[in-house]
């Protein structure tokens, strides 16, 4: 079952290491405008899966992260949000596994199902191949042989 959350409110994620991000609902139109980012669509057909991942990641990072707590400068002193930080911040491989897991990997689960055949309409035998001729040509058969 699909569980519509309506609400339109930003979250925090905790993302270990003492890192939060506070995120907008992952929706269509932030999906779509990842998709559509000038680095998304300037990966060759040769980059591999983690590299088109890891772009991925932070074209959707750019436009759902609002704040953040737990991110600093080499001194410790905390930085705002900008773009260049936020791709920063994903080049840290745990930080990049836990937003793909919190973050991304729910609306690509989401989209991954729709890719996925549909059950058959009335029970798990619905789609199957009939096997047994009907009775008439089976005596048809018998009266032949």
């Known amino acids: ?29 932030l999906m779509v405008a990842a998709r559509s980012d000038a680095a998304v669509e300037a990966l060759p057909e040769t980059a591999s899966d983690e590299e088109r ?18 991110v600093g400068d080499a001194d410790g002193n905390p930085v705002p949000v900008t773009p260049e930080g936020i791709d920063a911040l994903l080049e840290v491989w745990p930080i990049f596994e836990a937003f793909q897991a919190a973050y ?14 549909a059950p058959s309409p009335t029970g798990t035998s619905a789609g199957a191949t009939a096997t047994a001729r009907p009775a008439a040509k089976r005596a048809r058969t018998a009266r032949r042989g």
């Open 1 to 29: 079952m699909l569980r519509l959350d309506l609400t339109a409110e930003l979250r925090w994620l905790d993302l270990g290491h003492g890192v939060r991000l506070c995120v907008a609902p992952l929706t269509t139109a």
């Open 53 to 70: 991942a890891l772009v991925f990641a932070k074209a959707i990072a750019r436009r759902a992260v609002t704040d953040w707590e737990g």
């Open 104 to 117: 991304v990997s729910k609306g690509l689960l989401l989209d991954a199902e729709k890719n996925v055949s």
